[in-house]
């Protein structure tokens, strides 16, 4: 198994991208949406954080979350958010895939990765960066050609904040260009 070292810095600032397991396209349904926005409105109310920015695509998320002051567990977030969707999307109809002898040996459903991506967002340059890489996402990955036209994405909150121009993302952006985003 790899050595897996996650970055914890008290109220730190943080890229995540969490991936669907077996990448199974559930996350932009009429059913998963509602769910998985009630899951992470009821974790934030029992354990508070920002939501920086954030893209829904079909089978991942991309977000940046900031921690309050003094707290580094997003961790104990993440798995409490992804039990919870779990569990209301079973119960509302959605489908687990077929568990291996691991994941029924730990009780664990099908729904989700078991791991995250996880990146400690250094300064402003870094934030920017990063903010651009999760509303260009669906762009990069063919399912609409402007940022403005994916609905599932913190980038019209951005053009209202006028942060962006509705027009931001036409074209790929150069603060992403040269980045290896290891997190895909």
């Known amino acids: 198994m ?8 008290p109220g730190g600032t943080y890229f995540f991208t969490v991936v669907t397991f077996e990448r199974r396209h559930i996350l932009t349904s009429e059913l998963s949406r509602p769910i998985l926005r009630e899951a992470i409105e009821y974790i934030r109310e029992l354990h508070p954080f920002t ?75 870094d934030f920017n960066r990063h903010v651009d890489y999760i509303h260009y996402n669906p762009v990069k990955h063919g399912l609409v050609e402007n940022p403005r036209d994916w609905q599932w994405s913190s980038f019209h909150r951005y053009v209202r904040a006028e942060l962006y121009e509705s027009e931001w993302g036409a074209v790929e952006p150069d603060s992403i260009k040269e980045v290896n985003w290891s997190c895909e």
Not at 74 to 87: D, G, P, Q, V
């Open 2 to 9: 790899p050595d897996y070292r996650r970055a914890f810095i």
């Open 51 to 125: 939501v920086d920015a954030i893209c829904l695509l079909p089978d991942h998320l991309h977000c940046i979350w900031t921690l309050p002051d003094g707290d580094t567990n997003y961790s104990t977030r993440w798995s409490a958010i992804k039990a919870l969707f779990s569990k209301k999307y079973l119960a509302g109809g959605g489908q687990a895939s077929e568990r291996s002898n691991s994941r029924s040996r730990k009780g664990e459903v099908a729904i989700w990765q078991r791991r995250f991506w996880e990146h400690a967002v250094r300064d402003g340059d």
